[in-house]
DNA sequence: CGTGCTTTGCAACAACTGTTTCATTTATGG
DNA sequence: CCATAAATGAAACAGTTGTTGCAAAGCACG
């Protein structure tokens, strides 16, 4: 790639750049794709910054202008796109690859597999009631244990961050389901768990259930033992092309629920993530060098 | 690709244009590559027609003009081919959809996007490195804060499950990285942050990389101040329709990098699996009910 | 605490973008 | 051969492009 190069000077000189160059810098880094095909003003404002901090910062490279550069990322994509001319090429190009490469491509593959059904309409409404549930609830507990852990934990962590009061029924310092103790008919459970179930959650489902509290499950197959005891059920594959099982869906889902949820809180999300984020700058919770001030993409 | 079909199309009706849109056609089947990376009025300077014409013949491929059909060949250009292929389609149905599933459809569009991206060359290769890492090395030490707490957690539980001396360095009961005291040159630490970066994070890096233990990084740029400490980077995409970012790239990429390190140590990955299952239970973790036997998918 | 230098954002710039209108030419069918 | 429609090219259009001049702010150094 010819933009290579350019990447690699970049990323040299990335730490004597002024701040603001640092995050243009940072844009053409990320997203090199998009540099000839999107105008220089577009990319300007993606990123945060004046049209004529692009223009500067092509100059600094030694460019004319921020045009040359475009040309120098058009001719690198025309060389790409012809690397990449037939898609049987790169299918051959993938039964050559070492096996290494072969097994995660295939992992892949199989994954957006998944993603299309997650995109069904069953599934697509059992997530908008899913987030029905958590906005009219007082109260959100999260529960998943083992491999399902990582999904509760954001569950919690998401929705909290917008604003929601969640709590999160893990087993630290072996306190169990003492988290769930006061949950009522006001509060929500959401539940994840795939074969072979975990036995504590599907007691807390139970135990949730019978204090009235909805339950939002998600997990492997209509017949899980959580399945039937929710108000919405969500079931996602889990299947790969190696032994282990994926939890990515089910993590997928978490993260739908949540954007549905912030969209329905609308502003009042957006204060509670900038409350949140002042809280842990507050606390220095975040690393800051004068080159990462805003998100980028 | 997504100009294909546009190619099919100009190819069926060429022999119907009238003269001009003929030429112009021409120059769209020739140098489908220049489309997008060049201006309208440039490539109608090179074909020898007036501009005009070049926008008319969009117009009648079913266009709103020439721009638009110049956004679908920049949409192929960029590999995002799939993304737009049914781009109208997509939006046609999602206008269909109420706010909520559209919402949940663009996410998954977009993730679908990502996973695209995970399977580049650069990509793939840095997952296999750091699966070699892994299992170069005597430890895995496993750390994330926040939204990125969630794939830590996931790559200590599903490497320990396959037999890695893991450990996960997560600050429960304020023991913060206590759990990295002993950490040395037969260590590797599996380090993940997107921005804005957790402080404890990157300084868990320099610390650890201080100590001669190799760092595997997942992490959403080049520049992110983790990416230059590794000896194996992975750069993962985290936007998303929503104002929330998305972990799920990061978590697939744990799961992949799960599903190498397996098949590496092979039989004893299997016979390590079968061990905790055991384990599990005998100590009556898991639910059993004459239903649910094996593992659903 | 200034001094000189760099960095930054704004506003104005001319050049160029893609589109459209309209008069003219060319082809087509009765 | 004319009448009608289609195709064409020139010119004008508003909008956007990338660039630059300038003033204000920020910074390091003495």
């Excluded at 962590?157 to 893990?170: F, K, P, R, W």
């Excluded at 135990?207 to 339950?215: D, K, M, Q, W």
């Excluded at 190696?242 to 739908?256: G, M």
Aim: aromatic share 6%.
């Amino acid at each position: 790639m010819s933009d290579a190069p350019i990447a690699e000077r970049l990323l040299a000189i990335f730490d004597d750049l002024p701040p603001q160059h640092q995050v243009a810098a940072r844009w053409l880094l990320d997203h090199p794709h998009d540099v000839a095909l999107l105008s220089m003003r577009e990319q300007a404002k993606r990123v945060g910054v004046p049209p004529a901090t692009m223009t500067r910062l092509a100059q600094r490279l030694g460019y004319d202008g921020f045009e040359e550069l475009k040309e120098m990322y058009a001719a690198s994509l025309r060389g790409h796109a012809e690397h990449f001319a037939g898609r049987t090429e790169k299918l051959l190009q993938r039964r050559a690859l070492d096996g290494d490469a072969a097994l995660t491509s295939d992992l892949l593959a199989d994954l957006s597999g998944h993603l299309k059904l997650l995109s069904s309409a069953t599934t697509l409404s059992a997530i908008a009631r899913a987030a029905d549930i958590v906005v009219e609830r007082e109260r959100l507990f999260c529960i998943g244990a083992r491999s399902s852990f990582s999904s509760a934990h954001l569950a919690a962590y998401l929705l909290s961050l917008i604003g929601e009061q969640t709590v999160l029924a893990d087993g630290a310092g072996s306190i169990g389901l003492d988290a769930l103790r006061d949950i009522g008919p006001n509060d929500a459970l959401l539940a994840m768990t795939i074969a072979p179930y975990t036995r504590v959650t599907v007691e807390a489902v139970a135990f949730a259930r019978e204090r009235g509290a909805s339950i939002i499950a998600i997990t492997d197959s209509n017949v899980s033992p959580i399945a039937r005891q929710a108000k919405a059920t969500i079931i996602v594959p889990t299947s790969t092309p190696s032994f282990l099982q994926t939890v990515a869906p089910a993590l997928i889902v978490i993260e739908c629920i949540a954007a549905l949820v912030a969209a329905r809180r609308g502003k009042k999300a957006v204060s509670a993530i900038a409350a949140a984020e002042d809280h842990l700058e507050r606390f220095g919770s975040y690393y800051t060098d004068k080159t990462n001030k805003g998100r980028t993409s």
